[in-house]
Nanobody, 127 residues
Framework: QVHLVESGGGSVEAGGSLRLSCAVS?????????MVWLRQAPGKKREGVAG???????FYADSVKGRFTISKDKAKNILYLEMNRLKPEDTAMYSC????????????????????WGQGTQVTVSE
């Protein structure tokens, strides 16, 4: 089983930066897997923020393209989300998920039974 722990959230002013981390422990055996960052603001639906396919391809929501960067340190097994030029509308609970691919997020499909989730980390951006 895969266990995920997010960190790095906090409160910043608009225009600021944060880097979220998602520490991954465990594995899905020998197979590679996708990972995604999602967020959910109060009263809003959960939305995909960025995705990283098993081949290294990255994907971004239009709202964060050019400001956020998803990456993974394979040696440390940590997924990152570098967030720059933050806006108040980026305020949300951010979560990472493993074995849940961007194409499924975009299609509105639920995560499969093998997906793993972190507990989330809050990001608050003030004016």
């Amino acid at each position: 089983q895969v266990h995920l722990v997010e960190s790095g959230g906090g409160s910043v002013e608009a225009g600021g930066s944060l880097r979220l981390s998602c520490a991954v422990s465990g594995s899905y055996g020998a197979r590679n897997y996708c990972m995604v960052w999602l967020r959910q603001a109060p009263g809003k639906k959960r939305e995909g923020v960025a995705g990283l396919d098993s081949d290294g391809t990255t994907f971004y929501a239009d709202s964060v393209k050019g400001r956020f960067t998803i990456s993974k340190d394979k040696a440390k097994n940590i997924l990152y989300l570098e967030m720059n030029r933050l806006k108040p509308e980026d305020t949300a609970m951010y979560s990472c998920a493993a074995d849940f691919c961007w194409w499924a997020v975009v299609a509105g499909l639920p995560a499969g039974d093998t997906a793993s989730w972190g507990q989330g980390t809050q990001v608050t951006v003030s004016e």
